[in-house]
């Protein structure tokens, strides 16, 4: 279960979340739970999660060590920050900031190069959606994203665009096609490492429908954005029922 709390909490309020969240959750079994505070909250949130069953993840990354790319920050700077994994290729980096495959496929490089593990996002808008291109969009995004690399230490996030902050979700019989089709074109690229890789469902989960998505056979968690951003939300989301 990860949390993407994308431009919200302080320094002070990632605090608050964390000292109440944690212990709600240090006694859960066999769930990895990932965190992803604003970059500012970084360095507060490793102090605090550090010693717990709770790992850290940035939003975003660079795909340069250093130089002139004013506000950028590179991917040693997120591992000294206290990070072991990053999200890379987020819809709102593709749609805001006009991130391209090729972008992202840098990124992928540069932050596995600096031992990061990867939350690596794909999906498809509503237009594609309605006009029948979903397959195609996915492919693309995953064959130029893992260009020129393979599935190790790489969790695969499926997130409609459609259903992102928008109430909207996936069903689970629509979650299960897509995320069956993701697999088999890891297959296509990774071989058997696909059989083995993660992929999240990304798209307003909350407590009352994380259990019907969590019990489709490739669904392996979720990445989560509002429903992530109060601890009491969250924990329910870890707690999910199995079946």
């Known amino acids: ?5 994308k431009m919200n ?17 240090q006694d859960v079994p066999d769930i990895d739970i990932v ?8 360095s507060a949130a490793a102090e605090k999660i550090r010693g717990t069953n709770i790992m850290l993840s940035a939003q975003d990354v660079f795909h340069q060590e250093k130089g002139a790319y004013t506000g950028e920050v590179s991917p ?6 206290g990070c072991t994994q990053v999200i890379i290729g ?13 972008i992202i496929n840098k990124k992928i490089l540069a932050a596995k190069k600096a031992g990061l ?19 195609e969009v996915l492919q693309r995004e995953i064959g130029e994203g ?13 997130e409609p665009i459609w259903a992102i902050g928008t109430g909207k979700t996936a069903s689970p019989e629509q ?8 697999r088999s074109r890891l297959k296509d690229f990774c071989g058997n490492m696909a059989d083995e890789t993660r992929i999240l469902y990304g798209g307003s989960v909350t407590p009352e429908n994380v259990d019907l998505l969590m019990a489709c056979g490739d669904v392996d968690g979720a990445l989560v954005g509002g429903a992530s951003l109060k601890p009491e939300s969250f924990e329910k989301l870890v707690k999910f029922t199995r079946r």
């Open 9 to 25: 909490k302080t320094i002070s309020e990632t605090g608050e979340f964390l000292s109440q969240f944690i212990p709600a959750v």
């Open 76 to 81: 040693s700077m997120l591992v000294d920050a």
């Open 90 to 102: 987020h819809s709102e980096r593709r749609q805001y900031f006009h991130e391209t495959d090729g």
């Open 175 to 182: 979650a299960q096609e897509a995320h069956s089709f993701i």
């Open 35 to 42: 965190i992803a505070p604003p970059f500012t909250s970084l």
């Open 1 to 5: 279960m990860a949390a993407n709390w």
């Open 146 to 158: 893992l260009r020129d690399t393979d599935l190790k230490d790489m969790v695969i996030a499926y």
């Open 117 to 135: 593990k990867i939350i690596f996002c794909v999906g498809e808008s509503l237009d594609e959606r309605e006009a029948g291109r979903t397959f």
